[in-house]
């Protein structure tokens, strides 16, 4: 029997699909593979999202009647909208980040969601050190650094603990994704800072840059939510009240994944170093000056920045890998290429064999 001739499973039977957060890069990067593979694709979000074939639901998460209308006949949500900033009231983060999550539950559970992905972040079990070969450990309101995380983190175990295999008494069934610092062409989260940065001559390296991190290049992350939200349909009991760390599965310095973003988009490289240990307590000061006094823009430093930025933090992919039957398909260099041509250039070289990629 041929692929063609193969009957339809429930994941690649087409579905009507929400996905909230898609004006964002990651977002939009879903709703567009879900249009891509016949889905019938939902949006909600304050802004049109801009992707062709959808139809868009504007409006906030956290308005329990544009909730219900959004997810009023859906099979499956995808939830990536959330409150992203190094600075802010806590307030309007946990409005947003767990109120919004607890509305989407609420809404999907009365709207019989059959499927809900929770799209949260590895900065949800990372306490500040060091992350080598790490799993996918849980969720940590308490500890983790920074009110995004911390919020971040109280959503992920609010929807893990309704997926119905758990002992929820209905609803859908949950997975949460941790995407791990996703980037690629059009991203403002993390690219153009950098370059933006790189290009006035302010962007440091803490310490020796040596600390080995993990990214994710947008179209792997967009696969890999799509893996996670077929596999809740064909196997919910594998991965149905699971979390998993999402990365490419190649850890580069942090010198070296700044060094190839700025070579990529024709800037120069940062070549001036701040301790480490400077910086978090810089980044400490800044936050508090940004609580009294908030600027227009994201502040220069904070400390979970700086944590991010000088502590490895790299993860074990095997469970991630066999339990989504998903792999990467796009590397750190060939991303790179695209970015490069994004900017309008041919690309930069790939890295050297022994510059800092491990396999997770």
């Known amino acids: 029997m041929t692929a063609t001739d193969a009957p339809a499973?429930?994941?690649?039977?087409?579905?009507?699909?929400?996905?909230?957060?898609?004006?964002?890069?990651?977002?939009?990067?879903?709703?567009?593979?879900?249009?891509?593979?016949?889905?019938?694709?939902?949006?909600?979000?304050?802004?049109?999202?801009?992707?062709?074939?959808?139809?868009?639901?504007?409006?906030?998460?956290t308005d329990p009647d544009v909730v219900a209308r959004a997810v009023d006949g859906a099979d499956a949500v995808v939830h990536l909208a959330a409150k992203v900033s190094l600075a802010g009231a806590p307030a309007e983060f946990h409005e947003v980040n767990v109120g919004g999550t607890r509305t989407l539950l609420d809404a999907a559970a009365r709207a019989g969601v059959r499927r809900f992905v929770q799209v949260s972040s590895p900065s949800v079990a990372h306490l500040g050190t060091s992350l080598v070969g790490a799993p996918a450990g849980p969720a940590d309101p308490e500890g983790a650094h920074g009110e995004y995380a911390r919020t971040k983190a109280a959503a992920e175990v609010l929807a893990l603990g309704r997926d119905t295999g758990t002992g929820a008494e209905s609803g859908p069934r949950v997975v949460a994704v941790r995407p791990h610092l996703v980037w690629g062409p059009g991203d403002t989260q993390l690219v153009e800072r950098v370059v933006d940065r790189a290009a006035?001559?302010?962007?440091?390296?803490?310490?020796?840059?040596?600390?080995?991190?993990?990214?994710?290049?947008?179209?792997?992350?967009?696969?890999?939510?799509?893996?996670?939200?077929?596999?809740?349909?064909?196997?919910?009991g594998v991965v149905g009240g699971r979390a998993y760390v999402?990365?490419?599965?190649?850890?580069?310095?942090?010198?070296?994944?700044?060094?190839?973003?700025?070579?990529?988009?024709?800037?120069?490289?940062?070549?001036?170093?701040?301790?480490?240990?400077?910086?978090?307590?810089?980044?400490?000061l800044?936050?508090?000056?940004?609580?009294?006094?908030?600027?227009?823009?994201?502040?220069?430093?904070?400390?979970?920045?700086?944590?991010?930025?000088?502590?490895?933090?790299?993860?074990?992919?095997?469970?991630?890998?066999?339990?989504?039957?998903?792999?990467?398909?796009?590397?750190?260099?060939?991303?790179?290429?695209?970015?490069?041509?994004?900017?309008?250039?041919?690309?930069?070289?790939?890295?050297?064999?022994?510059?800092g990629a491990h396999e997770a």
Do not use: K
Request: with cysteine; proline share 7%; glycine share 12%.
């Open 9 to 61: 499973t429930a994941a690649t039977r087409p579905a009507t699909v929400l996905v909230t957060g898609a004006s964002g890069l990651l977002g939009g990067a879903v709703a567009r593979a879900l249009v891509a593979r016949g889905d019938d694709v939902r949006t909600l979000q304050r802004r049109p999202s801009g992707v062709a074939g959808a139809s868009d639901v504007l409006g906030s998460v």
């Open 200 to 236: 006035r001559g302010r962007l440091p390296l803490l310490g020796h840059g040596a600390a080995l991190i993990d990214t994710l290049y947008v179209d792997n992350a967009a696969e890999g939510i799509l893996a996670a939200l077929d596999r809740l349909a064909d196997t919910p």
């Open 246 to 284: 999402l990365t490419n599965g190649e850890p580069r310095t942090v010198a070296d994944l700044l060094s190839g973003i700025c070579r990529a988009a024709g800037v120069r490289p940062p070549a001036w170093r701040v301790p480490a240990g400077l910086a978090r307590a810089a980044g400490g």
């Open 286 to 355: 800044v936050e508090a000056l940004w609580r009294v006094r908030p600027g227009a823009d994201e502040p220069p430093m904070t400390r979970f920045l700086a944590e991010q930025l000088s502590t490895a933090h790299w993860f074990d992919q095997r469970a991630t890998h066999r339990d989504l039957r998903w792999v990467p398909a796009v590397s750190v260099d060939e991303g790179l290429r695209r970015l490069a041509a994004h900017y309008g250039g041919s690309g930069p070289a790939p890295a050297a064999e022994g510059s």
